[in-house]
């Protein structure tokens, strides 16, 4: 009766074990790097052109295969085995009597065909003549080391996926600017680097070394520069157009004289704003504009100079300097031409006094291509004439970065290396979405690092976009060269502004992409107690700033009215709150104050260095230390929730067989199995005893009959 209703048993399975797989990772990422070792070195062979073609082929032959060929071929395929190949499965029969009335039951509990993969995995303990079930201190043992066990894969393959993310995002935060662009724009700032204080210093430096940077000189031996018209004097950088000078002026007496001093000052200019912006055409020597006069031949571009342009024209952006800001437009000069035709032209500006009491900035603007680094570099000198007469220069070299995406060496890996950085973004997304979803909004908004996740995908996404303006504009500058060979009028002021922004939101990227990955670190109290420290500690914090900043700021008043008119550091509102600051970080040099005054000095200093930085400092940092504190106690107290570093060393132990024994080390592993696993050899049982009662039944009636 019992072979009548026996279960067949699952067919045992050879396995390799695990540590095979990591052998067999290993060798694959080998013969891949051999591989592309090999690739490398005949892409060397072969040459660019024939690299792209073979790399485009490449990746235009995978992704036709994936989306195209695979598909329909395992479609076919199937449909194949399943018309012609389809055989009955006979293991679906039990080894029964046909006659049996209990194939039913057989069917019902043959539950080896639908186990899981983990029952599986222990379905190689059922041929134990004695099963043992788990006592409930041992299931819940082994429940928690189970349960450790995922979390510490979890947490390892979330740590590996990020910091795969990590590394591609530094490749193309890193790889925006080039690595030659601070040597490159150091070159050029000492070619054109401002160095005067008045304005006749200012004509001096134009006519000399301006115009000897901006057109190529001749050559060691004095020779001259053959096919080199529109290089800098360097002989490598090409212009992009050309230079400009563009003024920015005030409207004539646009202040009023004290009364007193009308009969000897007729004059009165009032400092730069809005309202008295002059925006007016005039004539040579700043004259009534004439519609009907024209001027010689070789004048026009001085006349020109005397035009307002606005803008929109000019493609110009505002410009901030460190005195003032001003606006995009203005009286704009052309540099064309030869060197000593520029000497002349400048020469008769001068003398026709373009620069005069109503100027209040003139900007010198260019741009110039270096094809070695293949490398834009966009200058701006701004020169700003306050109403003192005091003048203040500041000059700015900045590299553009914009056609590496186009024609370099590695763009193709660059595109690439974007496209899968903004997949994640993608990812993390709609990840948290998803989150916000199920669990939320309101319990959302209550994780402090939800913020830096959005962060990170609004600056990632906001980068992404100036990058695809960016790469538009390289295309747009590349065909206007080809169009004007170089000659026409380019200015790259407002590209350059849109190529800061994307370094900001590039920056800001890696900065919060780098502060996400502490949150990788959640399961280990002590890394985590930073965080726990600035969370006990916030309330407190802001309470005390509060009074902070108002007594600094009442500090910072007080050194700014008593020497806004004597030091430079203290010119303006902002730049005392500066030094305010270094004070605090002992980075000062208090000669100056004392030096200025004798008395107030020394007693400003000291006590604002006992007020702010012994008093104030020490209770912010008494605070922290006390946040600190509970934290680390409460740390103490607490176990981590994962050691993944004393896993593995228990798992290494135990691979090399002088590990600690777990705390399931009582109980043996054939002992731990399911209680399903028992149903087959209950019911069997069961039904023996059923047929011993049958038969018992059977003999009973027998004897009834013979009676």
């Known amino acids: 009766m019992q072979r009548k209703y026996a279960v067949k048993k699952p067919k045992r399975r050879l396995l390799f074990p695990w540590w095979t797989k990591i052998i067999a990772y290993i060798l694959s990422f080998c013969f891949a790097g051999v591989s592309l070792f090999f690739v490398v070195i005949k892409g060397i062979e072969f040459g660019d ?69 983990s029952d599986q995995k222990m379905s190689k303990y059922a041929n134990s003549t004695e099963l043992k079930i788990l006592q409930d201190a041992e299931l819940e043992a082994a429940r928690k080391q189970r349960l450790k066990q995922v979390k510490v894969w979890d947490a390892l393959r979330e740590i590996f996926i990020y910091f795969v993310f990590l590394c591609i995002m530094f490749s193309v935060c890193y790889t925006n600017n080039g690595s030659q662009s601070y040597q490159y ?7 054109f680097e401002p160095k005067f204080k008045n304005i006749d210093e200012f004509w001096s430096w134009s006519m ?53 001093f009308k009969s000897q000052i007729s004059f009165c200019n009032d400092d730069l704003n809005v309202i008295n912006y ?55 000069y052309e540099l064309r031409g030869r060197r000593q035709f520029l000497r002349g032209n400048i020469s008769q500006l001068q003398q026709m006094n373009w620069i005069d ?8 603007e260019f741009s110039a291509y270096n094809p070695n680094l293949n490398l834009i570099v966009a200058a701006s000198i701004l020169v700003e004439i306050l109403p003192s007469g005091n003048i203040l220069t500041t000059a700015r070299f900045d590299p553009l970065n914009i056609f590496n995406e186009i024609k370099s060496d590695s763009h193709v890996l660059r595109l690439i290396l974007n496209a899968i ?15 916000i979803i199920k669990g939320g909004l309101k319990s959302y908004l209550g994780q402090f690092w ?25 295309y747009e500058i590349l065909d206007f060269f080809k169009k004007t060979k170089g000659y026409g009028y380019l200015m790259l002021q407002r590209l350059n502004y849109w190529n800061q922004m994307l370094t900001i939101f590039v920056a800001l990227s890696a900065t919060f992409g780098t502060l996400k990955f502490l949150k990788l670190f959640r399961f280990n109290n002590k890394i985590y107690a930073i965080a726990n420290t600035l969370k006990f500690s916030i309330k407190k914090l802001l309470g005390f700033s509060l009074v902070f900043i108002v007594i600094w700021f009442a500090f910072v008043q007080l050194i700014y009215l008593f020497y806004y008119e004597k030091l430079w550091s203290y010119y303006t509102l902002f730049s005392t709150a500066t030094t305010s600051f270094q004070i605090m970080l002992g980075k000062f040099d208090s000669s100056s104050i004392i030096r200025e005054s004798e008395y107030m000095g020394p007693l400003i200093f000291s006590v604002y260095n006992i007020i702010i930085v012994l008093i104030l400092l020490n209770l912010f940092i008494s605070i922290v230390c006390d946040a600190f504190e509970e934290v680390r106690q409460d740390i103490e107290a607490k176990e981590n929730e994962i050691e993944i570093v004393d896993y593995f060393m228990e798992q290494l132990g135990r691979f090399f067989g002088s590990g600690q024994k777990s705390d399931l080390s009582n109980v043996s592993s054939n002992d731990y199995v399911e209680n399903y696993q028992h149903l087959p050899k209950k019911i069997d049982h069961l039904l023996n005893v059923i047929s011993e009662s049958a038969d018992q039944n059977q003999k009973f009636m027998a004897k009834e009959e013979e009676i």
């Open 49 to 117: 052109e024939k690299v792209k073609k073979w790399v485009t082929s490449l990746l235009f032959s995978f992704l036709t295969s994936i989306l195209l060929t695979q598909p329909i071929q395992t479609v076919l395929v199937a449909f194949f085995f399943v018309i012609v190949f389809r055989k009955y499965d006979e293991s679906l029969d039990n080894e029964l009597d046909p006659d049996d009335k209990g194939e039913s039951m057989n069917k019902m509990y043959d539950y080896s065909k639908f186990k899981s993969k």
């Open 185 to 191: 724009q150091n070159m050029i700032k000492k070619t």
């Open 208 to 260: 000399e070394k301006l115009t000897l940077g901006l057109r190529a000189g001749n050559w060691y031996n004095s020779d001259p520069p053959h096919h080199l018209a529109g290089f800098l004097n360097d002989k490598i950088s090409r212009m992009l157009g050309y230079a400009t000078f563009r003024q920015v002026r005030v409207k004539k007496n646009s202040c009023d004289v004290n009364n007193q």
């Open 278 to 332: 002059e925006d007016k055409n005039f004539g040579f020597k700043w004259s009534s504009y004439n519609e009907s006069f024209k001027p010689e031949h070789g004048a026009q571009e001085i006349y020109q100079a005397f035009q307002y342009r606005d803008s929109s024209s000019l493609e110009t952006f505002p410009l901030f300097g460190a005195y003032n800001s001003y606006l995009g437009d203005g009286y704009v």
């Open 357 to 364: 009491r109503q100027t209040r900035a003139v900007i010198v």
């Open 421 to 435: 950085y903004m997949l994640f973004i993608t990812f993390f997304m709609i990840k948290q979405i998803i989150i």
């Open 450 to 474: 939800n913020y830096i996740e959005w962060a990170l995908i609004i600056c990632s996404w906001t980068a992404f976009g100036i990058f695809i303006y960016r790469l538009t504009k390289a």
